[in-house]
């Protein structure tokens, strides 16, 4: 074995004691996943036991989303000088609260009213400042899954009669919901969007597109899943009579109006010759025949 190889290895060893040495005595207890309801609040268990003491003069519990590194504090408390209150800080959202009792080792995380973008992994942290090796974290964290039934979100028609009409229905819903459309008389697959993952966070909907719809036809969006089911019908209308005849006869119209125009002319004109001949064909008085006088 040359010199590097052994240097490597020596250096292995050492980094492995000092994990074990690290986590000797700790221990933390999450469960893998818990599910939620929306709308509904959920606890996320966290308890640990420590090799030292059994009461710590002061302690911090910590719980993120996503992994220690890289995740989102979400609450955070301290336990200061022996109190038997964890403090939390001054802009702590009020969603979150410790639901265990520090002091007993219970750092169970309280959600208030769960919602869709909570789902991901959490993880539980425990600090006791001035212990060797005083902090620990679970490294699988505990998988957060908030289901909801489907809610369609909106319903719309795109397009244009020239190039054509289709029906657009975006539903949000955790397990992603099964969505069909149904026309006037029959059931369409219609054309399915590709869902987003469920890990993505606050992207759990999914959008269908019906394509070819025809104006003067009812068309409805079905979503389903195991929690409930949710339905929207729009309905099309079709092209306006009164349109459709102005467009028809668009050419026609100057016509007309030149027509009209024109016998509104020869009116004129032939009222004008009516009230003037007469007064024209009039002649003038004749003589009166007075008898002559014979001489």
Not at 35 to 51: M, N, Q, W
Not at 87 to 114: C, F, K, M, T, V
Not at 131 to 152: C, D, F, W
């Amino acid at each position: 074995m040359d010199t590097r190889t052994l240097y490597s290895t020596l250096a292995l060893l050492l980094l492995l004691r000092s994990a074990a040495m690290h986590d000797d005595g700790w221990s933390m207890k999450v469960p893998a996943e818990v599910r939620a309801i929306e709308g509904y609040p959920v606890v996320l268990p966290c308890s640990f036991t420590h090799p030292h003491n059994t009461h710590h003069s002061s302690m911090h519990v910590v719980w993120r989303l996503g992994h220690s590194h890289t995740g989102t504090v979400l609450f955070r408390c301290s336990s200061l000088n022996g109190s038997q209150y964890c403090h939390p800080g001054p802009n702590q959202d009020q969603r979150y609260r410790l639901e265990g009792n520090h002091r007993e080792h219970d750092l169970s995380l309280r959600i208030n009213s769960a919602a869709l973008q909570d789902n991901g992994r959490y993880y539980c942290r425990v600090e006791l400042p001035g212990q060797p090796h005083g902090s620990y974290e679970n490294k699988m964290g505990t998988r957060l899954r908030v289901e909801a039934p489907p809610r369609i979100l909106s319903l719309s028609i795109e397009g244009s009669m020239d190039t054509g009409l289709k029906a657009r229905c975006k539903v949000q819903g955790s397990p992603l919901a099964d969505v069909q459309w149904m026309g006037p008389d029959d059931v369409f697959e219609g054309d399915i969007g590709f869902p987003i993952p469920q890990e993505a966070p606050s992207q759990h909907w999914v959008t269908i597109h019906l394509l070819d719809v025809q104006p003067g036809g009812q068309y409805t969006c079905t979503a389903s899943n195991p929690l409930g089911k949710d339905q929207a019908l729009v309905y099309i209308l079709p092209p306006s009579p009164e349109k459709t005849i102005s467009k028809s006869n668009s050419t026609a119209l100057p016509l007309m109006l030149g027509l009209a125009l024109a016998a509104k002319v020869l009116l004129a004109l032939g009222l004008g010759a009516w009230i003037v001949n007469p007064l024209n064909s009039k002649e003038p008085p004749e003589a009166p025949d007075f008898p002559s006088s014979l001489s």
